[in-house]
């Protein structure tokens, strides 16, 4: 059983030893996300666009820490950047990543963006699409081999109930014909879930499990490319429907991420998609397998990546990537 619904996760042990990356998080969800990884003793990577704004969030960190638990106890926070609408950052990111650490144990895939204009990344691919999924993408497969050295370890990605309006737009991925605000978004967070599925599949048996998850609607900086008026009008009719279902604040936003991250319950589970801290039903958008392969076949054309077979001690002839 989880944590009842719109509260914080409490964390049941210590995760001293063990290294965390969470992407976005000096602000938002993610921020309260590493907070608690800290808190907890976790060496915890805050993988963010902004260099000067994370250590600003990781200074902020420590001094919330400080205040109500000792701060001895607590781990360490390491400020790295990351873009992740930028693929040659990721690769400098994970270069500098396999350099610094021994291990990987648990990945939050938490970053995203939504923006009102179509807007594109360092590599010609759609913002949102490119930043919410395609870069979270490449990043969880560029440091798979880390990951399955340290197995049991964990990847979670941070999807929406905005999936469930979503639709892969097979002939026009960066909608470049049809762009909408909502469109971009609800297709990156279906993309995310489909992604988890997929992954989960590939690295069955292999001690890594997978995760997508649902926070809640909660006020962030996710709309940082839309100005006010544009908030105040298509936004908010956009939105309304998914606002009124689901409200929370950052630290309860971040619990179902703790709880995947974290909880011995989720151990054994992998693929599947959480809100409130419990399982949920996909809608039908989401089931598909088909999909799932020609999304993950696609986005490897589209990063430049290409399959192996991996063969160790943790998962003989397992599938997964390389450059």
């Avoid at 006020?219 to 689901?246: A, H, N």
Wanted: glycine share 6%; with cysteine.
């Amino acid at each position: 059983m989880g944590a009842r619904a719109s509260q914080p996760y409490e964390i049941k042990e210590r995760i001293d030893g063990k290294t965390v990356i969470v992407t976005g998080c000096n602000t938002g969800i993610g921020k309260p996300t590493a907070q608690e990884f800290y808190r907890v003793g976790g060496r915890v990577i805050m993988a963010c666009r902004d260099v000067s704004k994370a250590e600003k969030a990781a200074d902020e960190i420590r001094k919330e820490v400080e205040l109500s638990f000792p701060h001895d106890k607590a781990g360490k926070l390491i400020v790295k950047k990351l873009d992740l609408s930028s693929l040659e950052s990721i690769r400098n990111f994970v270069d500098d990543l396999n350099d610094s650490e021994d291990q990987i144990n648990i990945l939050v895939n938490n970053a995203g963006v939504m923006s009102p204009t179509r807007k594109t990344t360092a590599d010609g691919f759609e913002l949102t699409f490119g930043t919410n999924y395609l870069g979270h993408f490449y990043l969880t497969l560029l440091l798979l081999p880390k990951i399955l050295a340290s197995a049991p370890a964990r990847i979670v990605n941070v999807s929406s109930l905005a999936y469930e309006y979503g639709r892969i737009h097979w002939d026009d991925l960066s909608l470049e014909r049809h762009y909408g605000m909502f469109t971009a978004y609800s297709q990156s967070k279906l993309a995310n879930i489909l992604f988890t599925r997929e992954l989960a599949s590939r690295l069955d048996g292999s001690g890594v499990t997978a995760y997508a998850v649902h926070p809640g609607m909660v006020p962030t900086e996710l709309t940082r490319f839309t100005d006010k008026y544009y908030i105040l009008t298509t936004v908010k009719k956009s939105l309304s429907q998914l606002w009124s279902r689901v409200h929370t604040n950052v630290l309860e936003g971040a619990a179902t991420s703790l709880y995947c991250a974290l909880d011995e319950s989720t151990a054994t589970e992998s693929g599947f998609y959480y809100r409130d801290c419990a399982r949920k039903e996909l809608a039908p958008n989401a089931l598909s397998e088909e999909d799932a392969k020609k999304l993950w076949d696609l986005s490897l054309k589209l990063v430049g990546l290409e399959e192996f077979h991996v063969k160790d001690n943790k998962a003989d002839g397992l599938r997964i990537i390389a450059a």
